[in-house]
């Protein structure tokens, strides 16, 4: 929506003062310091990577970030000691532990995006490939894993001296590569795992079954990690392997069936494509039922990928895209063509509503040292214009359990890699990386950022609220286009974002108010099948450059 002139001096008068008084006292008016976002020379065009951390103590597997800006990261428990302590002496005793079973290492860390701090975290049981979301309380919860983890819940709450916290038989089955969806009435869903083709409920409850799973496993799996997406009729999109399904986990029917996605690649582990939610546009703050959804699917290995990679034989990754408009009554597969080919690549929305594909592979497949020749470059996609662009590289390869996950101040947090059975820093093909990576994408280097500084009424929301944000402009920035995005940063492991949700909000009015102050209204999503209750980072995009998100919940 753009611009246009404000008619009322009495309302000017009153968003002046609002925001006038907002930003002084804020003290997150600040966006983030020109040094966290790059050294050196301005890139041109093709973003930016700057090293945040050399050494995290653990390769950074597993990552969500939570309502207190932290992002909580976590590797697994069996290959040995990590290369960080435990505060105070604490220690890990596990009789049940394949690798230390008195362990004084940590295998998880808290770290703070904006100091680079540090701070050990205790697991207790093993994490290795497991699956989590986060809760509408802001809570991590965190499912499965292996060995004496498989049946756990995990739990761990935003706070600066919390832990984790576990019930072991949280389970009903065990679940090791599996997949997790936050439902609209605050339920979590665990889909799949290795050798599980069904499904169970957080709060535990019954186990149902979904042969769809079975269905879509191949000689070398390739149905794990399934793609999960929240649809807005409240029901789930699942797809395993080339197949995909709408599940209605109210009734447990297959409600949906739809065509195999094009080409002659596996999409799942251990293929390991990635895909996401396009995001969600509200045109109508009150009708639900027109809201378009798509989902992306992008790169992955063929079918025997996997096998041949064990032999010793590398095959190319696949380099096509696919989009489904499952709302459509006979939707099918568009098939695009990515500038390179990627496996194990990680797909993060970006609160502009584009696409950064990122980390990964140019052959081979996920496994220990199954990949090969690390795709360097990002690229950026945009879904309204169907349009990709290939990123500034990175000098540091990403490939098997490696994340890549959005920060609030737009940023991107690169990590991980570890290809290696246990951690390997020298000897062999690619080392174990500790590192830990920000990306910047073009956007924080145009000018013109909006910063906001007052929501009202406040930072707890309601479905169907109007609301009110108050921002600045840097100066020079000018009347652009203005957009309000909510976003779901979400939980990455393994090439999938679980949770991960953009919603572009129905704008009413746009003012200016007076120099480089603005106020936008708009509508918080209707319901809670399109936005289910919890923690979003709310951004105001002004000619495509967003503000720094500010937490807030749907209650």
């Known amino acids: 929506m753009m611009l ?42 093709g973003g930016k990577f700057k090293v945040l951390r050399r050494n995290i103590g653990i390769s950074a597997m597993h990552v969500a970030l939570l309502p207190n800006d932290k992002l909580i990261i976590f590797d ?51 994490t290795w490939c497991s699956s989590g979301v986060v809760s509408a309380d802001g809570v991590l919860i965190q499912t499965g894993g292996f060995n004496d983890g498989d049946h756990s819940v995990r739990y761990f709450s935003p706070c600066d001296t919390c832990d984790w916290e576990e019930i072991k038989n949280g389970l009903i089955l065990k679940r090791w590569y599996a997949s997790n969806a936050l439902l609209p009435d605050g339920r979590i869903i665990v889909v799949g795992g290795r050798a599980r083709f069904d499904y169970e409920f957080i709060p535990k409850a019954s186990v149902y079954d979904l042969p769809f799973l079975r269905q879509t496993k191949d000689s070398s799996e390739n149905n794990l990690y399934p793609f999960l997406h929240l649809l807005p009729d409240g ?26 996605i094009p080409g002659n690649a596996a999409r799942n582990y251990p293929s390991s494509g990635s895909s996401v939610l396009l995001p969600l546009l509200l045109n109508n703050s009150e009708d639900i039922n027109g809201i378009k959804a798509e989902i992306m699917i992008c790169g992955g290995a063929e079918p025997s990928s996997n096998s041949k990679a064990m032999k010793g034989e590398f095959l190319p990754a696949d ?54 020749e690390p795709v360097l470059h990002p690229v950026l996609y945009s879904p309204e214009n169907k349009m990709f662009k290939v990123m500034d590289p990175t000098t540091i390869p990403r490939l098997y359990h490696s994340t890549a996950h959005l920060l609030s101040d737009g940023r991107v947090m690169v990590g991980g890699s570890n290809p290696n059975i246990k951690y390997e820093f020298s000897g062999v093909l690619f080392p174990t990386e500790l590192s830990l990576e920000a990306y910047s994408p073009p956007y924080l280097f145009r000018g013109g950022r909006p910063r906001i500084v007052m929501v009202e009424p406040g930072l707890e929301l309601r479905h169907g609220q109007r609301i009110t944000l108050g921002f600045k402009v840097e100066r020079g920035g000018g009347d652009k286009e203005v957009k309000v995005t909510m976003v779901v940063p979400g939980f990455t492991t393994h090439s999938f974002t679980m949770n991960q949700r953009v919603l572009v909000l129905k704008v009413v009015a746009v003012n200016k108010i007076s120099g480089e102050s603005y106020a936008v209204d708009a509508f918080v999503p209707a319901a809670a099948v399109v936005a289910p209750p919890g923690y979003y980072l709310l951004h105001v995009v002004h000619g495509g450059v967003p503000s720094r998100g500010k937490w807030v919940k749907i209650k």
């Not at 003290?27 to 050294?39: R, W």
């Open 4 to 45: 246009f002139p404000v008619f009322h001096e009495v309302l000017n008068i009153f968003f002046f003062y609002q925001i006038e008084k907002h930003s002084s006292r804020d003290p997150s008016y600040k966006v983030y310091e020109l040094d966290d976002v790059f050294c050196g020379a301005l890139p041109q065009n």
């Open 235 to 260: 029901n789930l999109f699942v797809f395993a392997n080339t197949k995909s399904i709408v599940l209605d986990f109210k009734t447990n029917k297959v409600v949906r069936e739809f065509p195999e």
């Open 319 to 372: 380099d096509t895209c696919g989009r489904l408009v499952v709302t459509e009554k006979s939707p099918e597969w568009e098939m695009e063509r990515m500038p390179m080919s990627r496996v194990m690549g990680d797909m993060v929305l970006l609160p502009t509503g584009d696409i950064l594909i990122i980390n990964g592979a140019g052959k081979g497949t996920a496994g220990w040292c199954m990949g090969r």
């Open 76 to 126: 697994r428990t069996d290959f040995g000691l990590s290369n960080i302590s435990l505060p105070a002496g604490r220690c890990r005793d596990d009789l049940n532990e394949q690798a230390v079973k008195h362990d004084c290492s940590a295998h998880s860390i808290e770290f703070n995006p904006k100091t680079h701090s540090v701070r050990p975290l205790t697991v207790l049981t093993d």
